[in-house]
C-alpha cells in the first residue's frame, strides 16, 4: 500500500508559477513511475507527466512540455511538479499517481496503482 499527499495547489494569475509536491508512505517509492494528472470540471482525467523510477525517463503531455517539469527525489519520497507560464487552461484538479507496471510509468490512468487526493490549481486571466 502506498499513501500519496499533494500540495502546493492554490490561485495564481496567468503567467505566474505553482510547484505542487507529492509524498509518498513506505519505503518502495523508487520501485514506482510516478506519473502527474488533470482533471477539469466535466472533463476527463489527462496525462500531464511521468518520470521513470529511478529519474532518468521523462516524458511530458504536448500542452505542457516547455513549461512544467517534473522530478522525483528517491530519498525523501517526493515527487514534484514545477509549472511554469500557467495560463487559464491549465486550471484543473491536479493529482499524482504511483504505476508499478512499466519502468518509465504511462500515459493512461488505468495503468497506475495508487493515486492522491488531488489538489486544486487555479489560473485567473
Known amino acids: 500500500q502506498v499513501l500519496l499527499v499533494e500540495s502546493g495547489g492554490g490561485l495564481v494569475q496567468a503567467g505566474g508559477s505553482l510547484r505542487l509536491s507529492c509524498a509518498a508512505s513506505?519505503?518502495?517509492?523508487?520501485?514506482?513511475?510516478m506519473g502527474w494528472f488533470r482533471q477539469a470540471p466535466g472533463k476527463e482525467r489527462d496525462f500531464v507527466a511521468a518520470i521513470s523510477r529511478s529519474g532518468d525517463s521523462i516524458d511530458y503531455a504536448d500542452s505542457v512540455k516547455g513549461r512544467f517539469t517534473i522530478s522525483r527525489d528517491n530519498a525523501k519520497n517526493t515527487v514534484y511538479l514545477q509549472m511554469n507560464s500557467l495560463k487559464p487552461v491549465d486550471t484543473a484538479v491536479y493529482f499524482c499517481?504511483?504505476?508499478?507496471?512499466?519502468?518509465?510509468?504511462?500515459?493512461?490512468?488505468?495503468?497506475?496503482?495508487?493515486w492522491g487526493q488531488g489538489t486544486q490549481v487555479t489560473v485567473s486571466s
Open positions: 513506505g519505503r518502495t517509492f523508487s520501485s514506482y513511475a
Open positions: 499517481a504511483a504505476c508499478s507496471r512499466y519502468y518509465s510509468g504511462s500515459l493512461y490512468p488505468s495503468d497506475y496503482d495508487y
